[in-house]
């Protein structure tokens, strides 16, 4: 992470009229949660691909449970 950036970003963002900075906000929101979604996405195909190979993992919460003591 680059903290100059941010804090460009930042001080460019404190000089902006009040509606822009609600709009860039809003922006900003929408943004990470499509990202949250790309990722998650990305992680469901994943664990699909693991599932049709046959190498992840099937049981009860009981099964996991113990599995992660095991670790």
């Known amino acids: 992470m680059n903290n100059s950036n941010i804090n460009k970003v930042i001080e460019g963002f404190s000089h902006l ?6 709009y860039v ?8 949660i499509e990202e949250k979604r790309s990722r998650l996405a ?15 993992k099937t049981g009860t919460l009981k099964d996991l449970m113990e599995d992660l003591d095991s670790d």
Not at 17 to 22: C, Y
């Open 17 to 22: 009229p009040q509606e822009d900075k609600e």
């Open 25 to 32: 906000a809003e922006i900003i929101k929408k943004q990470v």
């Open 42 to 56: 990305e992680r469901a195909h994943e664990a699909r691909m693991n599932s049709e190979r046959g190498s992840a």
